[in-house]
């Protein structure tokens, strides 16, 4: 992490219906940092990948509930602070695309108002039990006014795009306000900091 | 020794060292047994030993084969490599006596020959000694090569040549880099070299000779398995495999990987089924020797069979000890199980360790309807019970004993999580309620609970009583913090934590400071940064018992799953073979988890409390009714 230390970071979470393939969307995005043959403690930075755009390093912290979605409770807490959401449904899968609504209601209440999101349909690959046409998936996104990629985890296709396109809109959001610059360093202690200043600050 | 040593360039010092390693391979492949140790010991001497560049020189294969024969005459496990084989091996042999010799003189020390000093003879001493005996004279038989007697006259003439020569002369070959540490770091370069050689053949063998003797037959195909070393462990073990071969290599004489076992029966109905699996035993059981064997190998084969029908037993025994749940529901599994076990009473030799086997099912069947009490060893602390029991409030139980209560009810859930659950991701699949029903109802308990923290929260109307309850339940989190009940302490942080509490700025602020530090200590021990490092490293330093937050595991699982196939594609890609590396790592996770639950809780239960919990959990505000409340206590902004 020492080398990004004066380059942004960026904290994204990635949502979606059990199943439709997180984990595999960010095992394939962090390729390059750990085999297959991953170790018994699963490695602990690779939820932290760090990404070239413009000769610029940007840190993305990644972080993925995958397992948990039955602890629904503990969701919320994984918004708070959130840069970027990416909502992940499954284009074989008419439920999960059914929940796309749900994650973004889910957003509204518990993210801050300056979270960026991206829609993926994951598995491409599965082509042939395709569900949910690239249309519907596109119309979905342009009624909330945010990205949208297909992308197959299996394949690695358009991986590494989805993720550049999600930086590429918190880039621009923030070129819009720039009153409120967000400068990585200021963000590098995450839940701690920030909670303490929101909350700390004011009771003593 | 001393021809090694005796060479000034290192190319020859290197050749005459792959001749002698050769020549212990040769004397291991005669059975003779004697020899290798003894040339084994010369190699492992230091002055040889510490010859870097003469070993550098060797090839891989040999160093290999070298490593190979070192692990054979290792003394770990009290020679058990060494005591395997030459049980197994065929006649003529020449065993490594001073062993044997050592195992009497053991026995001499240990036991007096006479008990009590009332002059009884301990008969059992003389028996083990006799066994020896008799292990030693079954060597009788006579090696039939010629006789060279020239090169025996030579070898009898050898001059020995003193120690303190040879050292000399070792250290003016390759003199002492550091005066200290040259032996630590000898050893450290050899193991790094073979290290070295092993990973860059991506664990595979390619010699015929070593590949993987105390696992596979001349008989067994490639085709079906892959076995890779493991360097740090120094043994082998099973990468993957058909469901045929990792069946037959739990069963073989020779294994004796007791985790390899565990590993299987915990994993194995990912991909097989409890049928499958027993009928690959059974059919294991009575496998016909191949009609090509001559009548030594047959006799062999029989002397085998024994030994393989006997672990066949003794797995179905373990498997029944451990995974009983999967012949609960299973009634043609239990009717297989119970002819199967009939048949083999009938064999005279297997009757009494499957009658114990029989004797194991009722015993299970029995143990399954009334729980065992387990004898209470530790004094149990008295429960803080409110003023009245008939009727209270939530604040009326003392925070210490809600979480006593709520730590025995969620270990009674966490307890009745059965490893198969924790399978291919059953508890996010739509028959969840199915595969996983315990962990579905571990995980909605969870919920609840965090909600009805939260729910009594907005039950307040006063800020005053807002900031009591929340104190108070921080308070139960930091008690369930100190009996190590992790999975509360998330629970009650996640229902603190949802959107419509959390919001609640005034009340948050009126928080004493002591108790918002604990809150804030506690969230991020209990945090995701760094894949929960903080959660991890806890409870490894936490004695039992302990619940553990089951999410960090479900996560691990999930991972596990989809970072790794199912099947690997075997050598030459014809089949493809169960990823049992893959079973292994998912089964490391599942006993991590059943470890923890092996250590109860010693607190007394409350039953009057602990219907309250029960009902208060089941009836809380929806999402709605929350903001809504939330909203009341505290205007929206914009």
Same mark, same amino acid.
């Given at each position: 992490m020492s080398n990004v230390s004066d380059s942004l970071l960026l904290k994204l979470i990635i949502i979606g219906r059990s199943m439709a393939g997180k984990s595999c969307i960010l095992l394939r995005f962090c390729d390059?940092?750990?085999?297959?043959?991953? =170790?018994?403690?699963? =490695?602990?930075?690779?939820r932290f990948v760090s990404l070239n755009k413009n000769d610029e390093t940007i840190g993305l912290q990644i972080w993925d509930t995958a397992g948990q979605e039955r602890f629904r409770t503990i969701t919320s807490s994984y918004y708070r602070d959130a840069d970027g959401v990416m909502i992940v449904y499954d284009i074989t899968d008419e439920n999960s695309f059914d929940q796309v609504d749900h994650w973004f209601d889910e957003i509204s209440k518990q993210a801050p108002p300056s979270v960026v999101k991206i829609l993926v349909g994951n598995k491409t690959d599965l082509e042939n039990k395709r569900k949910i046409s690239t249309e519907r998936g596109l119309n979905a996104a342009n009624s909330r006014s945010c990205p949208f990629i297909e992308v197959s985890a299996k394949s690695g296709e358009n991986v590494k795009k989805a993720f550049e396109m999600l930086v590429d809109a918190w880039t621009e959001k923030s070129k819009q306000h720039i009153t409120k610059p967000r400068k990585k360093k200021a963000r590098q202690k995450i839940t701690n900091e920030s909670f303490e200043k929101k909350d700390k600050g004011n009771c003593c | 020794m001393f021809q090694i040593v005796n060479h000034d360039k290192i190319k020859t010092r290197t050749s005459l060292l792959s001749k002698t390693i050769s020549l212990i391979q040769e004397c291991y492949n005669l059975n003779n047994f004697f020899s290798v140790f003894a040339l084994s010991s010369a190699l492992q001497n230091d002055q040889i030993y510490r010859l870097r560049q003469t070993w550098e020189g060797l090839t891989i294969s040999e160093r290999r084969k070298c490593n190979k024969l070192f692990h054979f005459v290792s003394s770990a496990n009290n020679y058990r490599k060494y005591r395997l084989r030459i049980k197994e091996c065929a006649l003529p042999s020449i065993p490594f006596l001073d062993l044997s010799l050592y195992d009497i003189s053991l026995l001499y020390m240990k036991y007096? $020959?006479?008990?009590?000093? !009332?002059?009884?003879?301990?008969f059992a001493k003389l028996h083990q000694i006799n066994q020896i005996m008799i292990f030693l004279r079954s060597?009788? !038989?006579?090696?039939s090569s010629p006789k060279n007697e020239n090169i025996q006259n030579q070898l009898k003439n050898i001059p020995l040549i003193p120690f303190e020569t040879i050292s000399q002369i070792s250290q003016s070959m390759e003199p002492r880099s550091t005066e200290t540490k040259d032996r630590f770091l000898t050893d450290q370069c050899w193991t790094n070299l073979l290290r070295k050689s092993v990973s860059s053949t991506h664990f595979m063998m390619e010699d015929e000779t070593n590949y993987g003797q105390d696992f596979l037959d001349k008989e067994d195909s490639e085709e079906d398995i892959i076995i890779i070393f493991d360097p740090e462990k120094n043994k082998w073990h099973v990468r993957a495999g058909t469901v045929q071969m990792l069946v037959k290599l739990l069963t073989k004489e020779s294994a004796t990987d007791p985790a390899y076992l565990k590993q299987f029966l915990l994993t194995y109905r990912s991909f097989s089924t409890p049928t499958e699996f027993l009928n690959l035993l059974i059919q294991r059981f009575y496998e016909q020797p191949s009609r090509y064997l001559d009548n030594h190998e047959q006799e062999n084969f029989h002397k085998k069979q024994n030994i393989t029908r006997l672990k066949i037993i003794s797995i179905i025994n373990q498997w029944i000890k451990s995974h009983f749940y999967d012949f609960t529901n299973d009634p043609s599994l239990q009717k297989e199980i119970s002819n199967f076990l009939d048949e083999a009473i009938e064999l005279e030799i297997f009757k009494k360790p499957a009658q114990h086997v029989k004797s194991m099912i009722a015993k299970q069947f029995e143990s399954r309807e009334k729980k065992v009490i387990i004898s209470v060893s530790k004094e149990i602390p008295k429960p803080i019970l409110p !003023?009245?029991? $008939?009727s209270f409030k939530t604040l009326d139980i003392h925070h210490e004993e809600l979480a006593r209560q709520l730590t025995l009810i969620e270990f009674d859930l966490f307890c009745a999580i059965e490893p198969k659950e924790c399978l291919s991701e059953g508890w996010l699949k739509k028959d969840k309620e199915i595969r996983s029903p315990n962990i579905v109802k571990f995980t909605k308990f969870f919920n609840q609970v965090g909600l009805w923290a939260a729910t009594e929260i907005l039950k307040c109307e006063k800020l005053r009583d807002r900031v009591q309850t929340i104190t108070y339940f921080i308070k139960v989190e930091k008690k369930c913090r100190e009996f190590h009940n992790f999975n509360t302490v998330q629970e009650i942080i996640a229902g603190l934590e949802v959107s419509p509490i959390y919001r609640l700025k005034k009340t948050w602020e009126s928080v004493p400071e002591k108790i918002f530090r604990i809150h804030e200590q506690l969230i991020s021990l209990m945090s995701l940064e760094d894949n929960y490092k903080g959660f991890r490293d806890a409870i490894q330093n936490e004695n039992p018992p302990c619940i553990p937050y089951l999410g960090v595991y479900f996560t691990d699982l999930v991972f596990l799953g989809s970072g790794n196939k199912d099947t690997l594609p075997s050598k030459n890609g014809t089949k493809e073979l169960v990823n049992f590396e893959k079973c292994r790592k998912i089964s490391k996770v599942i006993e991590t988890i059943q470890q923890y639950q092996q250590f109860p809780y010693f607190f007394q239960p409350v039953k009057e409390i602990r219907q309250f919990i029960e009902s208060s959990v089941s009836n809380v505000f929806d999402e709605t009714e929350m903001f809504e409340r939330s909203f009341q206590f505290e205007a929206k902004k914009n």
């Open positions: 390059n940092k750990f085999e297959s043959n991953l =170790g018994f403690t699963i =490695g602990v930075d690779f | 007096p $020959t006479l008990i009590d000093r !009332k002059s009884i003879v301990d060597f009788n !038989k006579q090696y !003023k009245s029991l $008939t």
